[in-house]
């Protein structure tokens, strides 16, 4: 990793697109950060920060809520969990929840997918937020307090190591953040365990189909855009299968929001929904 010290987020069309942005470099920024970690939650914090004060986030590179949520779903939540929305695709809305699931929402940011779905489980289920950036954090529990939403709970704690015991969910979410994660294996391997028997998990995430060059694989600033970090579509669909999942299926596949595509690998960039169940 090259040294982030007042490193220049570029935005995906390599021009400025103004503050803010999500999960796919739109904004140029300077980070101060020195570690992958610190340079996640620095972004993050960001994020959460505009969204928490309702400023315009321009997302004019890359998708924002709107593109993910229609704008009935998006009445239901507060202005700010949508206008920290930093997803790439709307795992809820193709995951079937079902009355009285458990749910665990991976890298929760705002809370926006935890209240979709705890409005799904009723209050007979509940939906576990988990989230390592304390500005995310803090966002998410005052949308919460706001909503009266009683059937969800946010929890500090990254992916790797999550902090809920083993076989106590059915259904585990996550929108554009396992392509965050250095070591992927180990996030399915975690996913695995908290799984019920027979639980599942409906993930939207960022892959491409060619090979994403060290160059850009050692960018900081690619990889907090969740480019940098993104696997091979082939590959995270490997991982799955080594990790134990059966009946994977690719649920929804589409061009990753950044239309910068002057690269090749750029372009083979793309939002995937991705299902698959733990042998029951
Ligand atoms: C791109 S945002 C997506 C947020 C949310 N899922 C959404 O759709 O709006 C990524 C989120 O994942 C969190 N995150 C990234 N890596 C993480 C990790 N290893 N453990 C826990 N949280 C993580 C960040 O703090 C941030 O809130």
Partial sequence: MKSLNDIQIVSAKGESCGEGGGCCGSSVETLQATGLTEAIQERYSRVAERGANNEIIDTSCCGNASDLYSEGTLQTVTTQAAGASAGCGNPVGIADVNKGEKVLDLGSGGGIDCFLAAQATGPEGHVYGVDMTHEMLKLARENAAKLDAQNVTFLLGKIEAVPLPDDSVDLVISNCVIALAPDKHRVFEEIHRVLKPGGRFVVSDVVSTTE??????????????????????????????????????????????????DDAWRASLRSVTVRAYKPG
């Avoid at 969740?226 to 649920?251: M, S």
């Fill in 212 to 261: 994403i060059p060290d160059s850009a694989r050692e960018d900081m600033a690619e990889w907090v855009a969740c480019i940098g970090g993104a696997d091979l579509q082939t590959r995270y669909l490997e991982r799955i299968t080594e990790t134990g999942f059966e009946r994977t299926t690719v649920l929804t596949d589409n061009p990753f929001s950044s239309d910068r595509t």
